[in-house]
């Protein structure tokens, strides 16, 4: 999940698709890349207690040692971001292979835990607000790319630039990523601005665009505080409703893709 504007529901999104696809029984891996935590912190992880995506990502530490299980989602893990991963922009720098340092990490972890007969479903890589190493790293190790978008004028514009680095990363880096998944959030149906954009993505995206749009919701600002996601806060609420919904139509694109026996 990606976008460099902040601000667009992007980490909000990344704990409350994750934590619904959990809930449905699918097992999800979320991978907290932001240096500001609020993934790690959505699900109750103490930061300054554990290792995280910093040590994986500059010091070669194995995903398995830095993943945590989620309390209450069984089929949930999260490797979070520590204090440090602020570094890791500057520190990833003179690295070689900089940019596949992520990808290594994780194509390794996945490996043992599908030869356990663990295999997961979806990994979610939460990204920061920018367009850096870390965010770099990300697309590298993805194969597919879900862009929240905030009903605003100012994140079409956002939109035009994300794509041009994603074609540049699928030029150079990564031919696999591809856009396949757009989320309207913050949207607010009373304002002719937030119309206005979803009908621009409707037009533009309509394969991409899942047209089930989040609304402004306080229980979904509010369940962070609590260490908690809103599935799990106040899961009769709108945006939880709607999240549970984006989930299913999320899986319900990429049920062919995934047997019985993968998901058993």
Known sequence: ??????????TTSAVNIGAALAMGGLRTLVIDLDPQGNASTAFGVQRD????????????????????????????????????????????????????RLKRALTNYLNEAA?????????????????????INALVAADELLIPIQCEYYSLEGLTLLLHTVTLIVEHLNQNLKLTTIVLTMYDGRTRLA???????????????????????VRVSEAPSYGQTVMTYDPGSNGAEAYGQVAREIARRGAPTITSAEVG
Do not use: W
């Open 49 to 100: 207690e554990v290792q995280g995506m910093y040590e994986v990502i500059i010091k070669d530490l194995p995903i398995k040692e830095a993943a945590l299980k989620v309390p209450g989602y069984p089929a949930l893990e999260i490797i979070p971001a520590t204090q440090s991963l602020a570094n890791a922009e500057v520190e990833l720098v003179p690295l070689v292979a900089r940019e596949l």
């Open 195 to 217: 119309n206005d954009v979803a009908e621009e993505i409707r037009k533009h995206y309509p394969n991409e665009l899942i047209d089930i749009p989040i609304p402004r919701a």
């Open 115 to 135: 030869a356990r007969g663990e295999r997961f479903d979806y990994v979610i890589i939460d990204c920061p607000p920018s367009l850096g190493l870390l965010t």
């Open 1 to 10: 999940m990606a976008n460099q504007k902040g601000g667009v529901g992007k």
